[in-house]
């Protein structure tokens, strides 16, 4: 597990959220909401993140689930596409990545030891390698 804050580390495990997105998931993993409230879960982004758990047969605690789709929801209409490429750590907001590259994402900053089984049952998407620290 990512150090609640540590950015660094994470970009050095190949983390591809950009340096807002990994705060907002930082006060997620904290108990705070981006907004400092509680968010309402939507039923489509919970359905999809607990179809990708079944599929990939890695459980997901609440908490994860919850980063999730907290991340998922962060799409807005001020934030806009990265100019770098994707394959950049740390250069992407949560909201341009695919369904299961945010799920890599979360698993990255929550537990590292099923991101590999998760990557396993999607080989078709191109994901960042990860750097032992």
Do not use: C, H
Not at 74 to 102: C, H, I, K, Y
Request: proline residues 8%; glycine residues 6%; without cysteine.
């Amino acid at each position: 597990m990512t150090n609640p804050g540590n950015a660094e580390e994470y970009w050095q495990l190949g983390g591809m959220l950009n340096k807002d997105s990994f705060d907002k998931a930082m006060r997620v993993l904290s108990g705070l909401t981006p907004e400092g409230n509680p968010l309402p879960m939507r039923n489509s982004s919970s359905a999809q993140v607990e179809n990708m758990a079944r599929y990939s047969k890695v459980p997901l605690t609440p908490k994860q689930q919850y980063l999730y789709v907290v991340l998922r929801e962060m799409t807005s209409g001020n934030e806009r596409g990265s100019d770098f490429p994707p394959e950049t750590p740390g250069t992407v907001s949560a909201w341009a990545l695919t369904d299961q590259r945010l799920l890599t994402e979360v698993l990255r900053l929550t537990d590292k030891k099923k991101l590999g089984f998760f990557m396993r049952a999607y080989p078709n998407i191109r994901y960042n390698r990860v750097v032992e620290p």
